[in-house]
Protein backbone atom coordinates (compact mmCIF):
# COMPACT_ATOMS: atom_id res chain seq x y z
CA UNK A 1 0.00 0.00 0.00
CA UNK A 2 1.43 3.41 -1.14
CA UNK A 3 -0.27 6.57 0.30
CA UNK A 4 0.45 10.09 -0.55
CA UNK A 5 -0.67 13.09 1.97
CA UNK A 6 -1.38 16.58 0.80
CA UNK A 7 -3.21 19.63 1.74
CA UNK A 8 -0.97 21.16 4.58
CA UNK A 9 -0.16 24.87 4.59
CA UNK A 10 -0.33 28.20 7.17
CA UNK A 11 -3.44 29.08 8.50
CA UNK A 12 -4.52 31.38 10.73
CA UNK A 13 -5.88 30.13 13.96
CA UNK A 14 -10.04 29.74 13.27
CA UNK A 15 -9.23 28.78 9.83
CA UNK A 16 -10.29 25.97 7.75
CA UNK A 17 -7.78 23.02 5.98
CA UNK A 18 -8.57 19.85 4.17
CA UNK A 19 -5.96 17.14 3.64
CA UNK A 20 -6.12 14.21 1.84
CA UNK A 21 -4.54 10.80 1.48
CA UNK A 22 -4.46 8.78 -1.72
CA UNK A 23 -4.00 5.10 -1.62
CA UNK A 24 -2.51 2.80 -3.65
CA UNK A 25 -1.87 -1.18 -3.82
CA UNK A 26 -3.08 -3.52 -1.59
CA UNK A 27 -5.66 -1.02 -0.34
CA UNK A 28 -8.03 -4.28 0.24
CA UNK A 29 -5.79 -5.50 2.83
CA UNK A 30 -6.33 -2.51 5.20
CA UNK A 31 -9.02 -1.88 7.52
CA UNK A 32 -8.48 1.29 9.02
CA UNK A 33 -7.22 4.45 7.14
CA UNK A 34 -6.26 7.31 10.34
CA UNK A 35 -4.20 10.23 10.61
CA UNK A 36 -1.79 11.06 12.90
CA UNK A 37 0.18 13.83 14.11
CA UNK A 38 3.61 14.85 15.33
CA UNK A 39 4.58 17.98 16.74
CA UNK A 40 8.44 19.32 17.44
CA UNK A 41 9.63 17.19 20.30
CA UNK A 42 6.12 15.31 20.79
CA UNK A 43 5.35 11.69 19.83
CA UNK A 44 3.38 10.84 17.09
CA UNK A 45 -0.60 11.27 18.25
CA UNK A 46 -3.92 9.65 16.82
CA UNK A 47 -6.19 12.18 15.66
CA UNK A 48 -8.89 10.47 13.44
CA UNK A 49 -8.96 7.13 11.89
CA UNK A 50 -12.21 6.15 9.51
CA UNK A 51 -13.29 2.05 9.05
CA UNK A 52 -13.11 1.11 5.40
CA UNK A 53 -16.34 -1.13 5.65
CA UNK A 54 -19.07 0.31 6.95
CA UNK A 55 -17.06 3.84 7.55
CA UNK A 56 -17.28 4.67 11.25
CA UNK A 57 -15.32 6.88 12.61
CA UNK A 58 -13.41 7.50 15.48
CA UNK A 59 -11.73 10.78 17.19
CA UNK A 60 -9.46 12.13 19.69
CA UNK A 61 -10.79 14.05 22.19
CA UNK A 62 -8.69 16.97 21.51
CA UNK A 63 -10.46 17.66 17.66
CA UNK A 64 -13.75 15.67 18.75
CA UNK A 65 -16.32 18.43 17.33
CA UNK A 66 -13.96 20.49 14.88
CA UNK A 67 -12.18 17.69 12.71
CA UNK A 68 -13.87 15.23 10.19
CA UNK A 69 -12.42 12.17 8.55
CA UNK A 70 -14.66 10.87 5.63
CA UNK A 71 -13.42 8.61 2.44
CA UNK A 72 -14.07 8.43 -1.32
CA UNK A 73 -13.73 4.76 -1.52
CA UNK A 74 -13.57 5.44 -5.83
CA UNK A 75 -10.91 7.33 -5.48
CA UNK A 76 -9.34 5.23 -2.88
CA UNK A 77 -8.81 8.78 -1.06
CA UNK A 78 -9.55 9.61 2.69
CA UNK A 79 -10.13 13.57 3.89
CA UNK A 80 -9.57 14.97 7.02
CA UNK A 81 -11.52 18.43 7.29
CA UNK A 82 -9.93 20.57 10.21
CA UNK A 83 -12.20 23.69 11.36
CA UNK A 84 -11.72 26.21 14.26
CA UNK A 85 -7.90 25.34 14.15
CA UNK A 86 -6.11 26.70 16.66
CA UNK A 87 -2.07 27.15 17.47
CA UNK A 88 -1.94 23.73 19.06
CA UNK A 89 -2.53 22.10 16.02
CA UNK A 90 0.57 22.97 14.13
CA UNK A 91 2.03 19.24 13.37
CA UNK A 92 3.09 17.45 10.57
CA UNK A 93 0.26 15.40 9.61
CA UNK A 94 0.46 11.60 8.77
CA UNK A 95 -1.74 9.30 7.24
CA UNK A 96 -1.69 5.89 7.77
CA UNK A 97 -3.61 2.05 7.03
CA UNK A 98 -4.15 -0.32 9.84
CA UNK A 99 -4.95 -3.90 9.20
CA UNK A 100 -5.39 -4.44 12.90
CA UNK A 101 -8.79 -4.32 15.02
CA UNK A 102 -11.02 -1.76 16.54
CA UNK A 103 -9.19 -1.80 19.88
CA UNK A 104 -5.28 -1.10 17.69
CA UNK A 105 -6.79 1.93 16.22
CA UNK A 106 -5.41 4.50 18.37
CA UNK A 107 -1.71 3.09 18.25
CA UNK A 108 0.44 4.15 15.94
CA UNK A 109 2.45 1.12 15.83
CA UNK A 110 -0.59 -0.87 14.21
CA UNK A 111 -0.08 0.88 11.66
CA UNK A 112 1.51 -1.07 8.54
CA UNK A 113 1.71 1.79 6.02
CA UNK A 114 2.50 5.34 6.13
CA UNK A 115 2.28 8.41 4.24
CA UNK A 116 5.11 11.35 3.56
CA UNK A 117 3.45 14.23 6.12
CA UNK A 118 2.22 17.33 5.68
CA UNK A 119 3.20 20.42 7.59
CA UNK A 120 0.26 21.97 9.19
CA UNK A 121 0.94 25.81 10.24
CA UNK A 122 -1.60 27.68 12.31
CA UNK A 123 -0.19 30.64 13.11
CA UNK A 124 -1.33 34.74 12.95
Known amino acids: VQLQASGGGLVQPGGSLRLSCAAS????????MGWFRQAPEKEREFVATIRRNGGHTYYADSVKGRFAISKDAAKNTVYLQMNNLKPDDTAVYYC??????????????????WGQGTLVTVSS
Open 96 to 113: ASSSGILSTIRNPNQYNY
Open 25 to 32: GRTFSSNY
